[in-house]
T-cell receptor, first 113, second 111 residues
Framework: DAGITQSPRHKVTETGTPVTLRCHQTENHRYMYWYRQDPGHGLRLIHYSYGVKDTDKGEVSDGYSVSRSKTEDFLLTLESATSSQTSVYFC????????????FGPGTRLTVT | AQSVAQPEDQVNVAEGNPLTVKCTYS??????LFWYVQYPNRGLQFLLK??????LVKGSYGFEAEFNKSQTSFHLKKPSALVSDSALYFC?????????FGTGTRLQVFP
């Protein structure tokens, strides 16, 4: 999976608790992305980063925040998890420009009870 | 609004037969188009892309895609399907530096 790891791979948490997902890359790519995958919706962009400390919102950013303090790490935080955030979360990276193909991590399956 | 449509939730084909997975797009300007494949419990894998040039793009695992500007389509094709091609396929388009994905088409290749 192109030098991308995600942790944890599986997590079950309770409604109202904070959750942080980590994406780590070894490719030194500039762009990093967080998506969620839900049946019938394909993949939807949550947040993305175009450099250290440079982030922007995607299509479904409400209830999520991100941080990127190092090139290799991109964190996704659910401040107060809700059942609607039960999903599979994918991190992706791409190279010099956003028009290059993106490479995806293995995913994190999050269940909010 | 910018969008990608995959009109078929599932495509069934017999091994050895040609396959087509359909994709149409709606985006202003010249589109950058992509196909990705997802095997069970895995992340998406890049198959091929169209940026400019020849309308027939060749990619990984024997797949190819044909860009048709007049029909705003980018259908994925393979001359001879394999059982191992069974997976979920996503079409996507770049818009304002972000990928917009279709909802996916499940390809089932029967022996």
């Amino acid at each position: 999976d192109a030098g991308i790891t995600q942790s944890p791979r599986h997590k079950v948490t309770e409604t109202g608790t904070p959750v942080t997902l980590r994406c780590h890359q070894t490719e030194n790519h500039r762009y990093m992305y967080w998506y969620r995958q839900d049946p019938g919706h394909g993949l939807r962009l949550i947040h993305y980063s175009y450099g250290v400390k440079d982030t922007d919102k995607g299509e479904v950013s409400d209830g999520y925040s991100v941080s990127r303090s190092k090139t290799e790490d991109f964190l996704l935080t659910l401040e107060s998890a809700t059942s609607s955030q039960t999903s599979v979360y994918f991190c992706a990276i791409s190279g010099e420009t956003a028009s290059y193909e993106q490479y995806f991590g293995p995913g994190t399956r999050l269940t909010v009870t | 609004a910018q969008s990608v449509a995959q009109p078929e939730d599932q495509v069934n084909v017999a091994e050895g037969n040609p396959l087509t997975v359909k994709c149409t797009y709606s985006v202003s300007g010249n589109p950058y188009l992509f196909w990705y494949v997802q095997y069970p419990n895995r992340g998406l894998q890049f198959l091929l892309k169209y940026i400019t040039g020849d309308n027939l793009v060749k990619g990984s695992y024997g797949f190819e895609a044909e860009f048709n500007k007049s029909q705003t389509s980018f259908h994925l094709k393979k001359p001879s399907a394999l059982v191992s091609d069974s997976a979920l396929y996503f079409c996507a388009v770049i818009y304002t530096d972000k990928l917009i994905f279709g909802t996916g088409t499940r390809l089932q290749v029967f022996p």
